[in-house]
């Protein structure tokens, strides 16, 4: 590994040591997400996305936790406020809304985000931002919702190069199992049939993120990376039993989980 990539697993690190403190003052939270989506996030953060130029868009509210996790890493989000996370009255709400700081936009309802998407991609045309790109995180989960597919289909028709998708295909959600609620694969071939440049590769792999997302904004096609995740990924001291949705972390659980994130960064 070398120096580049392995600062990006540390900075994936970092985004999974702030989440677990963000989610332990209540005890439990969206700690699952920021652990499958660690890696996707660093590496955009780290390579891709360039403010005052780039769009964020986060598709599925509840994974802004690691979104304002990296923000604060990257300088975009005072990392003081971190520790708001989830309280009355604070901007860094649980579930992120239009008044969530240092993205451009946050969904509540599930499978809005690449409309979104497609909308400031569409924008940037008329405008002559011919240079801007719009990253939104996708959930698999997200795929079984019929407007995802119906904003491929634009975007693809539009030619929209502008947009990269990042699929967290971590086989979750509030139900259980993707797999087990609606049957989403083969889902590289789906997006493909949609007419975008797609890859699929291993989400926890920044090596392989790094690659796929350097093809991805060279395509002058819309592009789509499945990123193949898991929500406990990067803590081994979480119960193989937990639940990866929603993790309930109570005090003894967090200090080891702290712990163990800040051994493997010192």
């Given at each position: 590994?070398d ?35 660690a890696?996707i ?11 005052e ?17 990296a923000a ?50 569409l ?30 289909m ?10 990269i998708?990042?699929?967290d ?32 590769v ?34 081994d ?30």
């Amino acid at each position: 590994m070398d120096q580049k990539t392995e600062s990006l697993a540390a900075l994936a690190d970092r985004i999974r040591l702030h989440a677990v403190r963000m989610v332990a003052t209540h005890g439990l939270g969206y700690l699952g997400q920021a652990l499958s989506s660690a890696e996707i996030l660093a590496t955009v953060y780290g390579r891709v996305y360039r403010p005052e130029v780039d769009r964020i868009v986060i598709s599925p509210g509840h994974y802004v936790i690691g979104a304002f996790a990296a923000a604060a890493e990257c300088g975009l989000l005072d990392p003081a406020a971190l520790a708001t996370y989830g309280h009355d009255g604070s901007r860094l709400e649980a579930i992120g809304t239009e008044r969530s700081p240092s993205i451009d936009l946050t969904c509540g309802s599930l499978g809005q985000g690449l409309s979104a998407a497609v909308g400031f991609a569409l924008s940037d045309r008329l405008l002559g931002r011919t240079d801007a790109r719009t990253v939104v995180l996708v959930s698999d989960g997200e795929l079984e919702e019929g407007q995802v597919w119906e904003a491929a289909m634009f975007a693809a028709h539009h030619g929209l190069g502008g947009i990269i998708a990042l699929v967290d295909a971590n086989n979750s959600q509030v139900d259980g199992p993707v797999a087990e609620i609606t049957t989403i694969e083969p889902v590289a071939d789906k997006w493909r049939a949609f007419g975008w440049h797609v890859q699929d590769v291993d989400g926890h792999d920044i090596q392989a993120l790094e690659s796929a997302l350097e093809k991805a904004v060279r395509s002058d096609r819309p592009a789509v990376v499945t990123a193949r995740t898991a929500t406990t990924t990067g803590l081994d001291c979480l119960p193989s039993t937990i639940d990866g949705h929603f993790v309930k972390l109570p005090p003894k659980l967090a200090e080891q989980a702290v712990a163990e994130l800040e051994a493997r960064l010192a």
